[in-house]
C-alpha cells in the first residue's frame, strides 16, 4: 500500500516568496546603482525618492490567525475556493490516496478546508476516520492528525498507510465509539503527546444514515433503528468534537441527504442545525457535486431517470460541506 508523501502541488507561497525574492534582487541592483550615482555626485533627489517608494512596496507576511495563506498575496491563491459550489472534475488518487473503501470523500475536500482553516503543524481531528483521507492530506500538507474509527480491522488497515514514525508524531489512530467518554480519553491523551491541549480543526464525515451499511455494530451511526436515532448519536459525537476543538478554530461537517419512504430526508440541515444548538457557529454552507465520485451509475443512471420521473423524485446530484467555528 502506498505511503503518504508529500503534495508539493499545494505551495503558493513558496511561489510568492520567490517572486518578492527577484523583486528584492531587483531593488537592491537599483539601490546599489543609485548609491554608485549618488557618490559620482548625481541624483541625490532620485535616491531618497526611490526609497520611499521602497518603503511602500516590502509588506511583511499577513495572515489570520486561523491558517498560513498570506493576505498580501492574495492574488497568488487562486485555487482555494471562496464561493459556495464546489465542482471538482475527478477524484485525486495521488500522494498516497485510493479509492478502496466505499463511502470515502475527496481528498480536494481535505485540501480546500486546510489550507483556509489550519496553519502547518496544526491537529486536525476527524471523528469518522474511516479509510484515512483527512491523515493522508494532513500528512501531505504538513499537519498533523488524530483520528477515530469505531471499526477495529479498519483502523489497523489504514495504520499501513502511515510509517511507524508518522503514527507516533503526526498521525495517531483510535478505535474507539467517537460518541463516547472513552473515545474522548484517548483523544485528549493523544493530545497530550501531541502537546496540544485541544484540536485546531474538527472534520465529521459521519456516514448518511444507513445508506451504506458500515457494520452490524449498535454503536455505528449506519446502524440505528431511525433516523431520529441517528441524528441523536451524530449530536453527541459533534458535542465530543466541540469540546475537543479549541475556541476560535473551525469545524467542517461533510455530508449528504437521502431518500427514504418516500419522503427527502434532509440529513444535512438537520445535522447542521444539532451543530449550531451546541454552540457551532454557521460559516458556510457549500454545494459540492458529487459526479466525480460516484461509483458505476453510469449503467443504472437511466432507470434511476425512469424512476425519478414515476416517482416523483429528484437524483442526488451534491452533497454539503458546512463549515463552522467555535465561538
Ligand atoms: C462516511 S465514512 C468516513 C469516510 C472517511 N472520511 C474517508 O474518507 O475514508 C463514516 C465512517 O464512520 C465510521 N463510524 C460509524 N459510526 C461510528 C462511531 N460511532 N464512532 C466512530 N466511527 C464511526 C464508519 O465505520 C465509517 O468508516
Known amino acids: 500500500m502506498g505511503r503518504a508523501k508529500i503534495n508539493t502541488k499545494l505551495k503558493p507561497s513558496k511561489k510568492a516568496d520567490l517572486r518578492t525574492d527577484e523583486a528584492a ?6 539601490r546599489l546603482s543609485l548609491l554608485e550615482q549618488s557618490s559620482k555626485g548625481e541624483t541625490r533627489g532620485a535616491w531618497s525618492k526611490s526609497k520611499t517608494a521602497d518603503l511602500q512596496v516590502v509588506k511583511p507576511v499577513k495572515t489570520t490567525r486561523y491558517s498560513d495563506i498570506d493576505l498580501n498575496n492574495w492574488k497568488a491563491y487562486d485555487h482555494v475556493k471562496t464561493d459556495t459550489l464546489w465542482e471538482f472534475p475527478a477524484r485525486l488518487r495521488e500522494g498516497g490516496h485510493s479509492n478502496e473503501y466505499h463511502g470515502n470523500y475527496i481528498p480536494q475536500i481535505a485540501q480546500q478546508l486546510y489550507e ?11 471523528l469518522f476516520f474511516g479509510s484515512g483521507t483527512s491523515g493522508i492530506e494532513a500528512v501531505n500538507m504538513g499537519r498533523r492528525c488524530i483520528g477515530v474509527e469505531l471499526k477495529d480491522e479498519l483502523a489497523e488497515s489504514v495504520s499501513e498507510k502511515f ?9 495517531r489512530i483510535i478505535c474507539a465509539d467517537s460518541a463516547s467518554e472513552e473515545a474522548k480519553e484517548k483523544v485528549q491523551a493523544s493530545l497530550d503527546i501531541m502537546r496540544e491541549e485541544k484540536a485546531q480543526f474538527l472534520i465529521l464525515h459521519p456516514p448518511y444514515d444507513d445508506i451504506i451499511k458500515f457494520s452490524d455494530k449498535k454503536e455505528d451511526l449506519s446502524n440505528c433503528d431511525t433516523t ?8 453527541k ?4 468534537g466541540y469540546d475537543m476543538l479549541e475556541k476560535g478554530r473551525f469545524a467542517a461537517l461533510i455530508i449528504g441527504d437521502s431518500y427514504k419512504n418516500s419522503e427527502a430526508q434532509p440529513l444535512g440541515f438537520e445535522c447542521m442545525a444539532r451543530m449550531m444548538k451546541l454552540g457551532f457557529r454557521l460559516k458556510g454552507i457549500i454545494v459540492k457535486d458529487i459526479q466525480g465520485n460516484e461509483r458505476a451509475k453510469g449503467k443504472t443512471a437511466n432507470l434511476w431517470r425512469y424512476r ?11 452533497e454539503y460541506v458546512m463549515v463552522f467555528e467555535k465561538k
Open 25 to 30: 534582487q531587483v531593488r537592491i541592483a537599483n
Open 237 to 240: 459525537v459533534a458535542k465530543n
Open 163 to 171: 510509517t511507524p514514525k508518522q503514527l507516533v508524531t503526526d498521525v
Open 308 to 318: 425519478a420521473l414515476a416517482g416523483g423524485f429528484f437524483i442526488f446530484k451534491h
Open 116 to 126: 483556509r482553516f489550519t496553519k502547518k503543524n496544526d491537529v486536525v481531528l476527524d
Open 228 to 235: 431520529e436515532e441517528f441524528y441523536d448519536l451524530f449530536e
